[in-house]
């Protein structure tokens, strides 16, 4: 059993090549973002491969630096993923995931949670129904497991997933829309933020589909980034009557940046022209927009409708 294997081997077999991060090896279409989209996924192993070297950097540290700070959260979402797969793989009972979101990771909680759906997807007990286990969870974030669930499939398995077939999981309703959000999110890197590209597909999948594949495309582009004015002004276009989802998505982002302090001027740009207002109300926007605690099973839809309605009288044509 792998659990038996001395650490140092263990982690050696768990280690992820950059070439599965790149364009050219996942099969992504070229484009004028590959640089920076590549980057992310450079960051996201940094992070990973850093947590399963020497977890006390994430759990003892207090900052970790990797470069250019705009790509500071996808380095903890990696790590996040090797702490949440080196728990699952521990002989003994341990919670390194739940040390890490408690502490430097707090205020990137979001993308902690996403990456523990990363894991999920890789973890064979945990892979099936993820759900199962996840009302241990923040019961508004825990959803966000499933995003990153989502995002995984599409990122390593987009073939299978990103197609006109509908493919979905097994899983509650709810749990199906935020897997979609997810594989949405994936979108932006599989068709390299070509909008007439992501358009296209999302226009092949079942109608009931697409508004969560458009909320997904908003948070990515926001989040990840790096799109142009005139991009930007093709992708409101493109998702005509679901503008909403694009922009609900696209708050979400800029919350994620915010509470962790984490600026960048193509979030700025995004939450401008799609919401039409900083990212600063954007973040602003989202929080006020949670349900109060407790919070049920399906609060975290209407955390998202929530958002939409603010938004809508300033997001419709």
């Known amino acids: 059993m ?7 081997v263990r982690n050696l077999l768990l280690r992820i090549s950059d ?4 364009f050219a090896r996942r ?3 070229p484009s004028s973002l590959q640089p920076h989209l590549e980057e992310i996924g450079r960051s996201f192993l940094f992070g990973y491969h850093l947590a399963l070297d020497d977890a006390s950097v994430f759990l003892h540290g207090t900052s970790i630096a990797n470069g250019d700070p705009t790509y500071q959260g996808f380095v903890f979402e990696g790590a996040a993923m090797a702490f ?10 341990r919670n390194q995931w739940q040390q890490f979101l408690d502490g430097v990771g707090a205020p990137h909680r979001y993308v902690v949670h996403v990456g523990l759906g ?10 099936r129904n993820p759900e199962k286990y996840m009302d241990r969870f923040d019961p508004l974030l825990k959803w966000l497991v499933l995003d990153g669930y989502g995002f995984h499939e599409g990122f390593f398995n987009w073939k299978k997933w990103l197609s006109s077939s509908n493919l979905q999981p097994s899983w509650s309703d709810q749990g199906k829309r935020v897997f979609d959000q997810g594989l949405g999110r994936s979108l932006w890197f599989v068709k390299g933020a070509d909008v007439a590209k992501i358009a296209s597909v999302i226009e ?6 697409r508004p969560d594949f458009w909320s997904g495309i908003g948070l990515a582009a926001s989040y990840a980034g790096d799109a142009s004015c005139d991009e930007i002004e093709s992708l409101v276009e493109a998702s005509g009557n ?22 960048a001027e193509h979030t700025e740009r995004i ?17 006020t927009a949670k349900p109060t605690f407790p919070c049920k099973h399906s609060d975290y839809e209407t955390w998202r409708s929530n958002i939409r309605e603010s938004l809508r009288s300033q997001v419709t044509t």
């Open 2 to 8: 792998i659990q038996l294997i001395p650490k140092v």
């Open 19 to 22: 070439t599965e991060v790149s």
């Open 27 to 29: 099969g992504f279409e």
């Open 84 to 93: 949440a797969i080196t728990d699952s793989l521990s002989l003994r009972k």
């Open 118 to 127: 990363w894991a999920y997807a890789r973890i064979p007990w945990y892979r």
């Open 204 to 209: 092949s999948l079942h109608p009931s589909r």
């Open 242 to 263: 679901h503008r909403d989802y694009l922009a609900q998505g696209v708050t979400f982002g800029a919350e994620a940046r915010e509470l962790a302090d984490i600026q």
């Open 271 to 287: 939450c401008r022209i799609v919401c039409g207002m900083s990212a600063s109300d954007a973040a602003e926007l989202t929080r």
